[in-house]
Structures are given as C-alpha cells and as structure tokens.
C-alpha cells in the first residue's frame, strides 16, 4: 500500500477499509460538484455528474458489503475454531 495513502487515514482503521474511506472521499467531492453546478445552471454537467454520483454511491455500497461480509465471515471462522 502507498505510503502516502495510507498516511491520509486513521492507523486504527483495518487496510481492508481503505476502499471505502476513499469512495466516502470521492463521494463527497462529486456532491460539492453537482452543488456548484446546479447553483451556475449548468444542467448537461449537472447530469453528468449526478450519474457519476449514483454510480460511485452504488460502488461504496458494494464496499461497505463487502467489508461487512469480510468481517463477519473472520469473527464466525474464529468462534468456530474454538474449542
């Protein structure tokens, strides 16, 4: 992993994670887009953007799943693996 990437986070936070601080990241830069595009009107780019958004918000869903799912599958191999 980049060592600068890594430095943007919080140490504490599992390297598995890091796909979805950056999606949050990307996220909120494509909102403050879509916001100073619809205050200029500029509606093509609005449309744009706004697909862009959905499509980014779909990904971190996927993430978040996917992570969550990573999570519970290693916490269950352990319990299971206690005598």
């Known amino acids: 992993m980049s060592r600068n990437l890594r ?7 599992p390297d598995f994670l890091l796909p979805a601080v950056m999606a ?5 830069h494509r ?3 879509v916001q100073h595009a619809r205050a200029d009107r ?6 744009i953007e706004l697909a862009l958004l959905v499509l980014v918000l ?8 996917a992570a969550i799912t990573k999570l519970v599958t290693s916490k269950a ?3 299971g693996n206690t005598p």
């Not at 500029?42 to 449309?47: D, T």
């Open 31 to 33: 909102a403050l887009r």
């Open 58 to 65: 779909i990904l971190a869903a996927g993430l978040v799943v």
């Open 7 to 13: 430095s943007a986070v919080p140490s504490s936070l």
């Open 77 to 79: 191999n352990q319990i």
């Open 24 to 28: 949050v990241h990307v996220i909120r």
């Open 42 to 47: 500029e509606r093509g780019a609005l449309s």
